[in-house]
Nanobody
Framework: QVQLQQSGPGLVKPSQTLSLTCTVS??????????WSWIRQAPGKGLEWIGA???????SYSPSLKSRTSIFRDTLKNQFFLHMTSVTPEDTAIYYC???????WGQGTQVTISS
């Protein structure tokens, strides 16, 4: 059974960096079958894909967030990470990590951008 466990702060100040970790158990993040993604849902809005990292470790990003986003991984710890710089209150959302193709999601992290 695949499990994705998210961790990271729930409150970030404007202009600072949002950092989240997704720890995976039950599958390897270097599996060549799935993409490991970050997705968010802002209040009153639909799901927004942030980006993903696949087998070769090369990330892909939403064009609208690419300039501020970094997704990377630690294969020894079976973890992947989201960093988003220069956050604003518009980045307030529930953030999810997910195994795309497998239908597995983390528990979600409410991240609020506020001073």
């Amino acid at each position: 059974q695949v499990q994705l466990q998210q961790s990271g702060p729930g409150l970030v100040k404007p202009s600072q960096t949002l950092s989240l970790t997704c720890t995976v158990s039950g599958d390897s993040i270097i599996s060549d079958t799935y993409y490991w993604s970050w997705i968010r849902q802002a209040p009153g809005k639909g799901l927004e894909w942030i980006g993903a990292i696949g087998y070769f470790g090369t990330p892909s990003y939403s064009p609208s967030l690419k300039s501020r986003t970094s997704i990377f991984r630690d294969t020894l710890k079976n973890q992947f990470f989201l960093h988003m710089t220069s956050v604003t209150p518009e980045d307030t959302a529930i953030y999810y990590c997910a195994r795309i193709g497998g239908g597995d999601w983390g528990q979600g992290t409410q991240v609020t951008i506020s001073s």
